[in-house]
């Protein structure tokens, strides 16, 4: 709904297969690219990982051992006709473990007792066919992609079945078609296409959870099928000897998920950007648009009792930009941007359970969406970002952005309170040198001022009935972000050094991640159960009735981060 990435797999060389292998302490690579017939017409990228991070963690002593797997591939087929057919492929699979012989700091221990067991894998794959045309192109594109989401946790980590809290698993699959055409009529440039989406989801999942006011355990077995499908057209001219290029457009979407999604018009979404180079080295850039999006498969899909609970509830996302700056390209790569933007969300998913927006349940660990929710929530946000690049120049290079932002989403009143991803400063700064005989050394710094961060109800959390199940300490959603976190701050540097051989090149890199160790982002306190001598939570008051009985905590402060060092080979062939 705010940003977009596109990646773009390179073009595979042309004169023979190249190989690439990486030796690191963090993972394992290899890739291969290049032609895949005689004649050239087809070629093919390919590329493996498998991580190592789990024997690294390991050997620092961080509590906790993530590890993946993943893979990609690209092969395509040229035709003499300007043609192409090609076919791409992801997927990857996440692991995890606890590390039990961790130092046991409170931090530590807390991690342990908190972080739950979710593994993943995904996969996407896809085909696609351009057909060019006297005035443009025909794309034929068709996909799919599916995602295995596992969360699973037991208290204080003793798998018994009286200590499961939460086992949940949950499967989205989407199969996906979409017809594109680029043509020119008269100076203008226009683009059209729709797309279709067929999706299932399904949900099987037993969850113990503790919100703002109650105790709740669900038990959902879902299966949603959906149809989603949209269509755009856009144009595109080019005015006064090509000073000015304006774009206006329109989309519409729908889906057959209720009543509130399946009219198109409901989510008609014009669009509108103007570029205006007023000097030789100087531009304006102005764009402008409505967007919708369907919330989430977790809320959209959610079974109790039969019965689909959000269905009628739920209505698109919408998302009003306004974007506009100005644009400097100078002499030896040198490029500025000052870019000032406004956002203003409507029908956000709201949780009505903890009477909170699902925008400020912040980045914990779990899953967000998996409850009664409606659409009743909104919020803006606005700001300005301002961006110096410079390439390459006598073996020089660096970029270096500053945002200035707030972010508010709304309460149970109605009312804008800043949101959990509220950063009102973020600053980067990334920066490298080639010395002679083929050394590089770079460095990247990034500075976040705190988050807004909401306070635990220290009280609550004690009571042994909810500590047992929240497996940690509750937050106090009545005092919603009213604190703010510590300041965010990294500094990871990178050397390399390269050998060039008449058919290889040999290159070794060492890497620190975090060098100076930053303090923690969060201020909250680190709260665990002070402990008996048997590993058991000290109760209090014994005796008194069970739903009043409390246990001891033990509060202290967050470990600092911890530097990652990094090396490794590289070979190319």
Do not use: C
């Amino acid at each position: 709904m705010s940003s977009l990435f596109e990646f773009n797999l390179k073009q595979a060389r042309k004169d023979k297969l190249g190989y690439k292998a990486i030796v690191g302490l963090d993972d394992l690579q290899l890739m291969m690219d290049g032609p895949l017939s005689k004649d050239q017409s087809w070629s093919g990228l390919f590329s493996v990982r498998k991580s190592n991070l789990q024997l690294l963690f390991k050997g620092i002593g961080l509590p906790f051992l993530p590890s993946y797997y993943d893979a990609t591939f690209k092969v395509s087929k040229k035709y003499k006709s300007g043609d192409e057919l090609y076919f791409i492929g992801l997927g990857a699979k996440d692991q995890f473990e606890y590390n039990f012989d961790a130092k046991k700091t409170l931090n530590n221990l807390t991690l342990i007792d908190r972080l739950p067991n979710s593994p993943q894998w995904n996969y996407t794959f896809g085909a696609g066919y351009r057909h060019l045309v006297e005035n443009g192109n025909w794309l034929f594109t068709l996909s799919r992609n599916m995602l295995d989401n596992q969360v699973i946790k037991y208290y204080r980590n003793i798998e018994t079945p009286d200590n499961l809290l939460y086992n949940y698993q949950s499967r989205e699959a989407e199969n996906k078609l979409r017809i594109d055409r680029n043509f020119s009529w008269n100076d203008y440039q226009f683009s059209a296409g729709t797309n279709i989406n067929f999706a299932k989801y399904t949900n099987d999942s037993t969850v113990k959870q503790v919100n703002q006011n109650s105790v709740d355990f669900d038990v959902i077995n879902s299966e949603l099928n959906l149809v989603q499908y949209g269509l755009y057209l856009q144009t595109a001219k080019k005015f006064f000897e090509n000073k000015v290029q304006v774009s206006l457009g329109a989309r519409l979407d729908a889906s057959n998920y209720s009543d509130l999604t399946n009219n198109p018009l409901e989510q008609f979404s014009p669009r509108f950007s103007l570029n205006y180079k007023f000097a030789e080295n100087w531009a304006f850039n102005f764009n402008t648009g409505i967007f919708y999006q369907l919330p989430a498969y977790t809320s959209l899909g959610l079974k109790l009792n039969d019965a689909l609970v959000n269905e009628n509830t739920l209505k698109y996302i919408r998302n009003a930009h306004l974007v506009g700056g100005l644009e400097f390209n100078g002499k030896d790569n040198l490029r500025i941007t000052v870019e000032g933007y406004y956002k203003k969300y409507k029908n956000y998913p709201f949780s009505l359970r903890n009477q909170i927006s699902l925008a400020n349940l912040g980045g914990g660990f779990g899953v967000v969406g998996n409850e009664p929710v409606d659409s009743r929530g909104f919020g803006e946000t606005y700001g300005f970002e301002v961006l110096a690049q410079k390439r390459t120049l006598n073996n020089f290079y660096g970029i270096v952005a500053y945002t200035f932002g707030n972010s508010k989403f709304s309460n149970a009143n109605g009312d804008l309170l800043p949101s959990s991803w509220d950063s009102k400063h973020i600053l980067s700064l990334t920066t490298g040198k080639y010395f002679n005989r083929n050394w590089n050394v770079g460095a990247r710094f990034r500075l976040q001022s705190g988050l807004p961060e909401t306070p635990y109800d220290l009280n609550r959390s004690a009571l042994v009935n909810i500590w047992n199940i929240a497996n940690g300490p509750v937050s106090n959603f009545a005092q919603l972000n009213t604190l703010i976190g510590n300041v965010a701050h990294q500094l990871d540097i990178r050397a390399e050094k390269k050998w060039i051989f008449s058919k290889w090149q040999f290159t070794f890199y060492m890497d620190v991640v975090n060098v100076y160790g930053s303090k923690n982002a969060s201020n909250l306190p680190v709260v665990n159960l002070q402990r008996d001598a048997s590993d058991n939570g000290i109760i209090a008051n014994p005796n008194a009735p069970q739903d009043q009985q409390y246990y001891l905590l033990d509060v202290g402060e967050s470990d600092r981060n911890m530097p990652l060092p990094y090396f490794g080979f590289i070979f190319e062939f």
